[in-house]
Nanobody, 121 residues
């Protein structure tokens, strides 16, 4: 089994910063990609940023220049540094990991439980 644990959410004023962390543990053979998604009330879940095992990174246009994704593959962790936060960044942020489990050849997609980020104006 695989578990994802997120931390770092909270309440911050507009213009402030937060750093989200996600740690993966369990029967993991390799990680293909680690991503951050978010879902605001009444809206669909959207990809915020992703980092592949080869190092390629992509961001949603709305966060480019403000958010930075990074990972520590050895520790199976992914981070999201969020600067210059805006009220429209308010959402539940979810960690998502694409991985291979030990002894299996299927690609699995795991989700963390989510962490609330609230940005006040």
């Amino acid at each position: 089994q695989v578990q994802l644990v997120e931390s770092g959410g909270g309440l911050v004023q507009a213009g402030g910063s937060l750093r989200l962390s996600c740690a993966a543990s369990g029967s993991i053979f390799s990680i293909n990609a680690m991503n951050w998604y978010r879902q605001a009330p009444g809206k669909q879940r959207e990809l915020v940023a992703g980092i592949a095992s080869g190092g390629s990174i992509n961001y949603a246009d709305s966060v480019k220049g403000r958010f930075t994704i990074s990972s520590d593959n050895a520790k199976k962790k992914v981070y999201l540094q969020m600067n210059n936060l805006k009220p429209e960044d308010t959402a539940v942020y979810y960690c998502n990991v694409d991985l291979l489990r030990v002894g299996e050849l299927l690609l699995y997609h795991y989700w963390g439980p989510g962490t609330q980020v609230t940005v006040s104006s």
